[in-house]
T-cell receptor, first 115, second 112 residues
Framework: ETGVTQTPRHLVMGMTNKKSLKCEQH?????MYWYKQSAKKPLELMFV???????ENNSVPSRFSPECPNSSHLFLHLHTLQPEDSALYLC??????????????FGQGTRLTVV | EDQVTQSPEALRLQEGESSSLNCSYT??????LFWYRQDPGKGPEFLFT???AGEEKEKERLKATLTKKESFLHITAPKPEDSATYLC?????????????FGKGTHLIIQP
C-alpha cells in the first residue's frame, strides 16, 4: 500500500472513446501530479495541482484534461487519443510547505493502450 | 532548462559485486535530488532525498551521495532482489509545488 491509489490499472481504448483515470491519495498531501512514462523516455511531468489549483501544464495536448475536485482526488480525462499516447500514466502526491515540497509518492500507474 | 543524465543505461552485476550508478544534473537552483526504485509495471518507490553537496544517506545496501554537479548511488554487495530500474530526479528552486525532472534511469540486473 503506497498511499496513492490509481484506477484502473490497465485500460484499452479506441481513438474515439472517452475515458477517465482516477487517483486518490491517503497521505494528507496538498499537491498532486500527473506524469507520463513512455518506453525509452524519462518520466514527463504533465500537470501539477497545488491546493486544488492547477499550477503547471507542460504543453500537454488538450485531449488530456485534468480535474482536481479536492486535495485527495485527481482525475485525467481522455478523449480522441492517438496511438502514441499509449504509455504508463503515473499519479503522485507531495506536501508543499511554504514553498518547499517533500518527496513525491507515486501510485502504481495506469497502463493505457490506444488502439 | 533542467537536465538529468544517468549512466550507465544498463548494468549487469554478479551477486555481491559492488558498484555505483551516476546521476549528472543541470538545474537552476537545486531544491532537492531524489532517488527512486522502479520495478517492472509498477510506480517509482521513493528511496532518498539529498539537499546539499556533501550530504550522504544510507538504506540497507544503498548509499546516496551528492556533489554540486552529480549524485552517486552506491550499491554494496547487491542481491538479486536489488534488480530494478533506479531513477534520479531533481527539483528546482521556486515557489510552490514543482514537479520533478527525471533521468531515463539505470536498469540494474543482479545475477545470482
Amino acid at each position: 500500500e503506497t498511499g496513492v491509489t490509481q484506477t484502473p490499472r490497465h485500460l484499452v481504448m479506441g481513438m474515439t472513446n472517452k475515458k477517465s483515470l482516477k487517483c486518490e491519495q491517503h497521505l494528507g498531501h496538498n499537491a498532486m501530479y500527473w506524469y507520463k512514462q513512455s518506453a525509452k523516455k524519462p518520466l514527463e511531468l504533465m500537470f501539477v495541482y497545488n491546493f486544488k489549483e492547477q499550477t503547471e501544464n507542460n504543453s500537454v495536448p488538450s485531449r488530456f484534461s485534468p480535474e482536481c475536485p479536492n486535495s485527495s482526488h485527481l482525475f485525467l480525462h481522455l478523449h480522441t487519443l492517438q496511438p502514441e499516447d499509449s504509455a504508463l500514466y503515473l499519479c503522485a502526491s507531495s506536501q508543499d510547505v511554504q514553498g518547499w515540497s517533500t518527496e513525491a509518492f507515486f501510485g502504481q500507474g495506469t497502463r493505457l493502450t490506444v488502439v | 532548462e533542467d537536465q538529468v543524465t544517468q549512466s550507465p543505461e544498463a548494468l549487469r552485476l554478479q551477486e555481491g559485486e559492488s558498484s555505483s550508478l551516476n546521476c549528472s544534473y543541470t538545474v537552476s537552483g537545486l531544491r532537492g535530488l531524489f532517488w527512486y526504485r522502479q520495478d517492472p509495471g509498477k510506480g517509482p518507490e521513493f528511496l532518498f532525498t539529498l539537499y546539499s553537496a556533501g550530504e550522504e544517506k544510507e538504506k540497507e545496501r544503498l548509499k546516496a551521495t551528492l556533489t554540486k554537479k552529480e549524485s552517486f548511488l552506491h550499491i554494496t554487495a547487491p542481491k538479486p532482489e536489488d534488480s530494478a530500474t533506479y531513477l534520479c530526479a531533481v527539483q528546482a528552486s521556486g515557489g510552490g509545488a514543482d514537479g520533478l525532472t527525471f533521468g531515463k534511469g539505470t536498469h540494474l540486473i543482479i545475477q545470482p
